[in-house]
């Protein structure tokens, strides 16, 4: 496996000082101290006690309902006094460096690392061109009818996050999953729990369900509830795509050892027309950066990491337990080696390679298992997508009918009458021809994420929506940032780029991108 710079210096070769004789810490040449776990677990208690406090200031107390687990913070001496047990353990047993000394320099040690570098401007450019686009859409171009078809604000800017599929994950996050088999229409069992679950907490966050103000009513507190959550939505979004382009050059420069490629295949990935669901309060972002987390950790042999991100996939949408078959194949070539010739097994990575892999399968399994407790049938996820044109006919009929729309003039139609779904259609058919390619020069695991993620919904349901599919495949990326000159690199972001905004403007004044 190859070694950059950035790994050097991601792992620093560390003088140890010692603080106590029971309690060594390390010092990096980057005046970086390497703590104990359990120190680093108490200052990641004491950063969250932090931030439950300034939001239960701000916001007149903190409650989040996790399942049945209710967690209320309306008493601030309690946090207080909370935060100040925690510091002070932590401090009695490792004095140096303090708290807020050791956040500090992790905090200057995150921007100032290569991939952030290469990431944040590109990150920060386009997801404002997105919100900047959409908003003044709002005002010039206006909605379809009268006026939005949901509302939550008046405010258009406020507004701005509810649209379409975000107002699922809204009621999610506000009620849970909820199921009734007199209905044959759509229902919210066919979303996954991870990006809503993850809203709610963000919601407590920013003042949803907080107490109400002396003079303010229940309606305006709904209101400010719903506001925080799509907000907390918007901002997970984009944080999990800045974190998913410092894995993707990260990933790239493993890949192709060149600092350049992988900043194209950034910039690529950022301005790809439907990469403006990174910017809304969809799953896109937040899957792209499970699966890239995955990938990069399992490569590299760190599986603590790529376990967790492998299970955070599997609930984030139902594809993402196809990502359980390119890390086997991936496991596989880890854990074999040539000796005298020979090629032999490491049965103790394989082992670990072959559970580490299975995480994203098994995480689906378990919420199908749980949605089986709340709905009395399996798979009610896949159920309730008929109901959005996403229909299974059989492996056969499937392929069949698709072949037909190829050999037909399907595509003429498309692209006459419905011109979105067309550039769907040209997202897919670009993504499948580079798959051969990339597996040569990346190898087979690459080309299956493409595959395994487009496979499924182009047999059940053809090329809607398949575009946003599209923009989570970091491998067509990564390929066309190393195969792509920057000359021609820079014509395709200008007209992604050009295309991006447009699109934002058709979703966000809700007029269907399908």
Not at 199 to 225: F, I, K, N
Request: hydrophobic fraction near 50%; charge should be positive; aromatic fraction near 14%.
């Amino acid at each position: 496996m190859n070694r950059f710079s950035d790994e050097a210096e991601s792992r620093p070769t560390s003088t140890p000082i010692t603080e106590s004789p029971h309690h060594p810490v390390t010092l990096s040449p980057g005046h970086l101290v390497t703590l104990p776990w359990w120190a680093r677990a108490l200052d990641l208690l004491a950063a969250l006690l932090f931030v439950v406090l300034c939001s239960a200031t701000l916001h007149n107390g903190f409650r989040l309902t996790i399942g049945e687990t209710r967690i209320s913070a309306t008493s601030l001496w309690r946090i207080v006094v909370l935060l100040v047990v925690v510091v002070g353990i932590r401090h009695a047993l490792v004095r140096r460096p303090s708290w807020p000394a050791d956040a500090w320099q992790r905090s200057r040690r995150f921007w100032r690392d290569p991939a952030t570098r290469a990431a944040w401007p590109t990150w920060l450019s386009t997801r404002l061109t997105v919100l900047v686009a959409a908003y003044f859409a709002t005002l010039i171009i206006g909605f379809p009818g009268a006026d939005a078809p949901v509302r939550v604000n008046n405010d258009e800017w406020l507004n701005l996050p509810a649209r379409w599929d975000a107002m699922w994950y809204l009621r999610i996050a506000k009620e849970g999953f909820e199921y009734d088999p007199a209905i044959t229409g759509q229902q919210n069992v066919a979303f996954f729990p991870a990006y809503p679950m993850l809203m709610r907490v963000g919601g407590a966050l920013l003042g949803a369900a907080g107490r109400p103000a002396s003079d303010e009513s229940y309606g305006a507190l709904s209101e400010r509830s719903e506001l925080s959550w799509l907000w907390a939505g918007v901002v997970i979004s984009l944080w999990s795509f800045l974190l998913a382009q410092r894995y993707l050059f990260r990933l790239g420069r493993e890949l192709v050892g060149d600092d350049q490629a992988a900043s194209r295949a950034l910039l690529l990935t950022a301005t790809f027309p439907f990469a403006l669901f990174f910017s809304a309060v969809y799953t896109e972002a937040l899957f792209l950066l499970a699966s890239l987390g995955a990938f990069y950790h399992y490569r590299r042999r760190e599986w603590v990491q790529a376990a967790l991100w492998g299970a955070l996939v599997g609930l984030v949408r139902p594809n993402g337990c196809f990502l359980s078959v390119p890390l086997a194949l991936m496991g596989l070539g880890l854990a074999t080696h040539t000796d005298d010739g020979r090629r032999r097994w490491d049965l103790r990575t394989l082992v670990i390679a072959g559970l580490v892999a299975a995480l994203p399968g098994l995480t689906m399994l378990a919420h199908t298992a749980w949605l089986y407790g709340l709905t009395g049938q399996w798979f009610a996820w896949a159920e309730a997508q008929q109901a959005w044109g996403r229909e299974y006919m059989g492996l056969q009929e499937s392929t069949v009918q698709f072949f037909e729309v190829l050999q037909s003039r399907e595509l003429d139609d498309l692209a006459r009458g419905q011109p979105y779904r067309f550039l769907n259609a040209v997202a897919v058919l670009g993504a499948l021809g580079l798959s051969w390619p990339i597996a040569r020069r990346f190898g087979l695991p690459y080309a299956a994420v493409i595959w395994l993620n487009l496979g499924p919904p182009l047999l059940a349901g053809g090329f809607m929506s398949t575009g946003r599919i599209v923009a989570t495949l970091f491998p067509v990326f990564l390929y066309l940032g190393w195969r792509l000159s920057p000359a021609v690199c820079q014509h395709w972001v200008t007209v992604g780029l050009l295309l991006q905004g447009a699109f934002a403007a058709i979703h966000f004044t809700w007029r269907p991108l399908v």
